[in-house]
């Protein structure tokens, strides 16, 4: 139980558009999702907090311009980055909260923008 | 605010040895939740063990376990008998307190098992 899924697992993109990371607790209810960000070797970066139906919460320093989250479901919470730069590059980690906590972690997405 | 710090950037372990990674916190809330997570290569996240602030006796989970001092506000972790699977990043967190359900990690410990 409490598996989390994030698709796609790795993108390539452009600089200059936009890509769309899905995350989905796949076999409960989440209330809560979190997405983080992490570059190669270091701890886990929290960028915002979302809960459904209502706007996410972002870490002090996080573009919410730039990195759009949306939680329209109890299962699905998606991070769009608009406008993607090389320096957005990095490995996206969500992760969704079943009870009081704890956290259960998608297997990210490597994004590659060049 | 609540900190994490781990102080060891790497440690390594002889193949059915036993090692001990460190973590120190600091919070201000009096309930509040411990976690070590376990970072393989692929990446993913998988939760070690729990530990809850009210709870005395340490959190155990088959070769894990942890050395909870809450006064010293430190959170150790223990792997018995190591083995070539244990080799991950591992990373303390906490959460807890009016941010409940918000994870504040460690900087992580480089974990390699030597055969």
């Known amino acids: 139980g409490a598996v989390v899924s994030q698709h796609p697992s790795r993108v390539i993109c452009k600089s200059g558009t936009s890509v769309k990371i899905e995350c989905r607790s796949l076999?409960?209810?989440?209330?809560?999702m979190f997405w983080y960000r992490q570059f190669p070797k270091k701890s886990l970066m929290l960028m915002a907090t979302s809960n459904e139906g209502s706007k996410a919460t972002y870490e002090q320093g996080v573009e919410k311009d730039k990195f759009l989250i949306n939680h329209a479901s109890l299962t699905l919470s998606t991070l769009t980055v608009t406008s993607a730069h090389p320096e957005d590059s990095s490995f996206y980690i969500c992760s969704a909260s079943l009870v009081l906590g704890e956290q259960y972690f998608g297997p990210g997405t490597r994004l590659t923008v060049t | 605010a609540q900190t994490v710090t781990q102080s060891q950037p790497e440690m390594s372990v002889q193949e059915a040895e036993t090692v001990t990674l460190s973590c120190t916190y600091d919070t201000s809330e009096s309930d509040y939740y411990l976690f070590w997570y376990k970072q393989p290569p692929s990446r993913q996240m998988i939760l070690v063990i729990r530990?809850?602030?009210?709870?005395?006796q340490n959190a155990t989970e088959n070769r894990f376990s942890v050395n909870f001092q809450k006064a010293a506000k430190s959170f150790s972790l223990k792997i018995s008998d190591s083995q070539l699977g244990d080799a991950a990043m591992y990373f303390c967190?906490?959460?807890?307190?009016?941010?409940?359900?918000?994870?504040?990690f460690g900087q992580g410990t480089i974990l390699t098992v030597h055969p």
């Open positions: 967190a906490h959460a807890g307190g009016t941010s409940y359900g918000k994870l504040t």
């Open positions: 530990q809850e602030a009210y709870k005395q």
């Open positions: 076999d409960f209810q989440a209330t809560t």
